[in-house]
């Protein structure tokens, strides 16, 4: 079986990540990744990010530029489902952080709307340009926001 081609260069996160700690010993580093892994490494990190709540409160944040110490989304704690104006707030949130957090993309758009029949979770979209390397593509990632429960971001593959 031939080895995949080569798409972009592995993230420092994904340098950095052990995925054998028990092994006794240390493989050769991960360097380069093919397309599949390289987006499922991006949807991991993406997840990451939209399940990392801020330790900081929205309006505080709204007074100051982010730094690494305001990693992640505002507290959904203030949201309420059925209210237009907090989706607003939401897009806005998300759009914010990946564009400080997550440099590979680029042109970034998120649109949130009701989920039909529940009390407590969003449908969202998030449209992205993925640059890095020699690679310029459009990516899309259907998100669901609970707000009772955190957000989870599910990987549309194309493949």
């Given at each position: 079986m031939p080895f995949p081609s080569a798409y972009a260069t592995a993230s420092l996160?994904?340098?950095?990540?052990?995925?054998?700690?028990r092994s006794d010993y240390e493989?050769?580093?991960?360097?380069?990744?093919?397309?599949?892994?390289?987006?499922?490494?991006?949807?991991?990190?993406?997840?990451?990010?939209?399940?990392?709540?801020?330790?900081?409160s929205e309006t505080e944040l709204a007074q100051r530029e982010r730094s690494v110490i305001d990693?992640?989304?505002?507290?959904f704690g203030t949201f309420y489902i059925n209210n237009p104006d907090d989706y607003g707030?939401?897009?806005?949130?998300?759009?914010?952080?990946?564009?400080?957090?997550?440099p590979r993309l680029t042109e970034i758009c998120v649109?949130?709307?009701p989920?039909?029949?529940s009390h407590s979770q969003l449908l969202g979209l998030l449209e992205a340009r993925l640059i890095v390397d020699d690679v310029d593509e459009q990516v899309s990632?259907?998100?669901v926001i609970d707000i009772k429960h955190g957000c989870g971001v599910k990987f549309i593959s194309d493949e």
């Open positions: 996160l994904d340098r950095l990540i052990d995925l054998k700690p493989p050769i580093p991960l360097r380069v990744q093919t397309r599949k892994a390289f987006h499922a490494s991006l949807h991991r990190d993406l997840e990451w990010l939209l399940n990392t709540r801020c330790p900081v990693y992640g989304r505002v507290d707030r939401l897009k806005q949130n998300f759009e914010e952080i990946i564009t400080y957090y997550e649109t949130i709307t989920k039909p029949h990632f259907p998100i």
